[in-house]
């Protein structure tokens, strides 16, 4: 069985870094979620668009590129 335990990450790792039209400007915090069945960090950063907005994504849809713009590219999905 897998361990579960605490992963350590350099939250900062990906600061500057362009993923799509977003460019990831400062690390912005973390908090607690329990809402999946159990404690799990979440980190936050601040990007901003290419379009000029700035908003608050979850490190993890950053990453694994479920966020990849202020959603001024998508059409037809709400939200992200
Ligand atoms: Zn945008």
Do not use: F, P, W
């Not at 362009?18 to 960090?41: C, F, H, P, Q």
């Amino acid at each position: 069985m897998a361990k579960r335990g605490k992963v350590l990450i350099n939250v900062n790792d990906i600061i500057g870094k362009r993923l799509g039209k977003l460019e990831v400007i400062s690390y912005a915090g973390n908090n607690y979620d329990m809402t999946l069945g159990g404690e799990r960090m979440r980190h936050y950063y601040r990007v901003e668009c290419e379009c000029g907005t700035t908003k608050l994504v979850q490190r993890g849809q950053l990453t694994s590129e479920i966020v990849h713009s202020c959603g001024c590219g998508r059409r037809g999905r709400r939200g992200y």
